[in-house]
């Protein structure tokens, strides 16, 4: 493969070998500093899974907190880092287009990133809105999409758009019973595939899927990076849907009580 390859395993594992090591190093440093921390409003407040426990989450805070310093001295508004998480995100679904998996994962991740940015910079500047958490509910549906249309075009001669549908329709179901949940005065913020593991689940597993098929293809040459990366997705497919009917199930049963 050329080292020029969106779907080289070098666009993989070059970045990985960077964050691993750097990763390796600030959870050294973490550990004695994690029981010192205050409690963060943050943490505390958003739904811990067993993918995302809230030790996971404080760390990547505390990992973050200087880039969120950089964002509130040079007065990055909270919008335009939701906006800015969209633009990375349409690189991410462009991508996909092409195929190259490993370049699409890691804009992923590095888009959802700013996910956590804006809510955080809002708090820190006293900026933090109705308006502005509207703005970021509705640009998380638009940057998931844009990624899920990637992969649509990608696979549009191909079987797999019937399972890229599938979690691309279950993730919508997610957000929207919980919400619709919500506008019927029930709470329920459960559920294994919320979108930090969505976004978790479908960036790594194409970040990984150009690496193994390179190690693999010599052996079975079936084992492309879109072959391997279907793994994740029918795993993301299925469980959306699973939480979406839990969250369904759920607000359904509170509604009956309430008569």
């Given at each position: 493969?050329?080292?020029?390859?969106?779907?080289?395993?070098?666009?993989?594992?070059?970045?990985?070998?960077?964050?691993?090591?750097?990763?390796?190093?600030?959870?050294?440093?973490?550990?004695?500093?994690?029981?010192?921390?205050?409690?963060?409003?943050?943490?505390?407040?958003?739904?811990?899974?067993?993918?995302?426990?809230?030790?996971?989450?404080?760390?990547?805070?505390?990992?973050?907190?200087?880039?969120?310093?950089?964002?509130?001295?040079?007065?990055?508004?909270?919008?335009?880092?939701?906006?800015?998480?969209?633009?990375?995100?349409?690189?991410?679904?462009?991508?996909?287009?092409?195929?190259?998996?490993?370049?699409?994962?890691?804009?992923?991740?590095?888009?959802?990133?700013?996910?956590?940015?804006?809510?955080?910079?809002?708090?820190?500047?006293?900026?933090?809105?109705?308006?502005?958490?509207?703005?970021?509910?509705?640009?998380?549906?638009?940057?998931?999409?844009?990624?899920?249309?990637?992969?649509?075009?990608?696979?549009?001669?191909?079987?797999?758009?019937?399972?890229?549908?599938?979690?691309?329709?279950?993730?919508?179901?997610?957000?929207?019973?919980?919400?619709?949940?919500e506008s019927s005065g029930i709470f329920y913020t459960g559920g294994a595939m919320q979108r930090p593991e969505r976004i978790v689940y479908l960036g790594v597993g194409?970040?990984?899927?150009?690496?193994?098929?390179?190690?693999?293809?010599?052996?079975?040459?079936?084992?492309?990076?879109?072959?391997?990366?279907?793994?994740?997705?029918?795993?993301?497919?299925?469980?959306?849907?699973?939480?979406?009917?839990?969250?369904?199930?759920?607000?359904?049963?509170?509604?009956?009580?309430?008569?």
């Amino acid at each position: 493969m050329s080292a020029f390859n969106g779907n080289s395993p070098w666009v993989s594992f070059i970045p990985l070998l960077v964050f691993n090591i750097f990763l390796l190093c600030t959870v050294l440093i973490f550990r004695p500093v994690y029981h010192r921390l205050p409690p963060l409003p943050e943490v505390e407040s958003r739904y811990s899974s067993k993918l995302l426990n809230r030790w996971m989450k404080a760390y990547w805070f505390w990992i973050t907190d200087p880039f969120i310093r950089f964002f509130v001295k040079f007065g990055f508004t909270p919008n335009a880092l939701t906006t800015l998480g969209v633009m990375v995100s349409a690189v991410s679904g462009f991508s996909f287009t092409q195929g190259y998996f490993g370049i699409g994962g890691w804009f992923m991740i590095f888009a959802a990133t700013f996910d956590m940015f804006d809510g955080r910079v809002a708090r820190l500047t006293n900026k933090t809105t109705a308006s502005g958490a509207y703005y970021d509910s509705v640009m998380d549906r638009v940057s998931e999409g844009l990624t899920f249309m990637g992969l649509i075009y990608y696979f549009r001669n191909s079987w797999v758009l019937w399972v890229v549908l599938m979690a691309f329709l279950g993730s919508l179901l997610v957000s929207y019973t919980r919400a619709k949940g919500e506008s019927s005065g029930i709470f329920y913020t459960g559920g294994a595939m919320q979108r930090p593991e969505r976004i978790v689940y479908l960036g790594v597993g194409s970040i990984f899927a150009p690496l193994f098929s390179w190690f693999l293809f010599r052996f079975n040459p079936l084992l492309t990076p879109e072959n391997l990366f279907l793994l994740p997705l029918s795993f993301v497919a299925i469980m959306t849907w699973v939480t979406a009917f839990e969250r369904m199930f759920f607000v359904m049963h509170e509604l009956d009580k309430k008569m």
